[in-house]
């Protein structure tokens, strides 16, 4: 049973421990083990912080984490499609924002992501530990928030919150050859402080923020895609524009930029299998190869849903928001 102790009273009472090396890879940032899968196979996965919140000089240790898998059930997902997967236009660069349902590129529509039960560095038993599922009105598996112990990493270690991923499948009408999942995490520094008010001394935010090119009208549906030059957090700038959800960025001097999360959440790529699951005949994108569809959860999940809750359903007591 996943425990659910009081997140916030934890915060105020537990010792810094030291984590394990937990992946054999290296993350910049906070990132799957495993960020690309075939399709229609579950996999065992990791949530794989690699370190706690900058100042870089001083990261402060990791509390916990809370991560949202996008929802095509309960919720409407942003789905944006790059037919020109090349040079300049690669990734969102080149993604355009279609009004398609998600069902025209995958199945199933929720439970992408969740935990599992026991394992991982915050449910090992240790007296200290809390976390639970995030699950939608209709009982899908959205995520999971796990937390109750500050760990030091600043002997760069890497901390790895076991997941299993569905078993998804392509759509066999569709033209896409992969399907990528952005999820929407925040890693939590200091739980006593909420988001609204939160610098990045106390929360890392990797939550997506959709500013597709392209749409039903020019910058649609997320505003004109301008960017802020001045920003070093991503080459070439920061598409702004009207604010997505309530975690876009920062409240600190250092993070006022609306957008400032652009490009930094963790994904997980599925990828069709061209033998069992052939693309059909007329595809153009890609040069007849396929096009890429990448789906964001919506500002409505991540703002119900990021937060953590004693309950699954978003109901009972509140810790973090």
């Known amino acids: 049973m996943i425990k659910t102790s009081n997140f916030k009273t934890l915060a105020l ?34 949530v794989v912080i690699s370190h706690g919140c900058p100042p870089t000089t001083a990261r402060r240790p990791t509390f916990g984490t809370t991560v949202v898998f996008p929802n095509a059930v309960s919720y409407t997902p942003v789905i944006g499609v790059n037919q020109n ?10 993604a ?19 935990m599992i039960n026991g394992g991982g560095p915050w449910m090992e038993g240790n007296g200290y530990d809390a976390g639970n599922l995030k699950v939608d009105s209709a009982g899908n598996k959205d995520g999971f928030w796990a937390g109750g112990v500050a760990y030091d990493q600043t002997i760069s270690t890497y901390l790895a919150v076991p ?4 078993a998804i499948t392509i759509a066999p009408a569709s033209c896409a050859r992969s399907v990528t999942f952005e999820l929407a995490i925040a890693d939590i520094c200091d739980v006593t402080v909420p988001s609204t008010i939160a610098a990045d001394t106390q929360v890392l935010y990797w939550s997506p ?8 009208a020019p910058g649609g549906p997320f505003g004109a895609p301008t960017a802020n030059l ?26 006022t930029i609306a957008g400032d999360g652009w490009g930094s959440p963790a994904t997980l790529k599925v990828t ?7 693309l059909p005949k007329g595809c153009s994108g890609n040069g007849g190869a396929g096009d890429d569809i990448f789906v964001f959860p919506s500002a409505q999940q991540i703002n119900a849903e990021l937060p953590a809750w004693s309950n699954t359903n978003q109901t009972g007591i509140n810790w973090w928001k």
């Open 230 to 255: 001045a920003s070093t957090n991503l080459p070439g700038g920061i598409p702004a524009g009207p604010k997505y959800s309530n975690y876009d960025g920062y409240a600190d001097a250092a993070h």
């Open 13 to 46: 009472g537990s010792l810094t421990l030291t984590a394990l090396a937990a992946s054999q890879g290296a993350f910049a940032h906070t990132r799957l083990e495993t960020p690309t899968v075939p399709e229609a196979t579950r996999v065992h996965n990791e």
């Open 96 to 114: 355009a924002y279609t009004t398609n349902q998600a069902a025209t590129y995958y199945s199933p529509l929720a439970g992408i992501g969740a």
């Open 163 to 166: 997941f299993f991923s569905a």
């Open 209 to 216: 923020i959709p500013n597709f090119l392209l749409g039903p």
């Open 272 to 278: 069709r299998n061209l033998t069992t699951n052939p």
């Open 85 to 94: 997967n090349t040079g300049a236009t690669a990734g969102l660069a080149g």
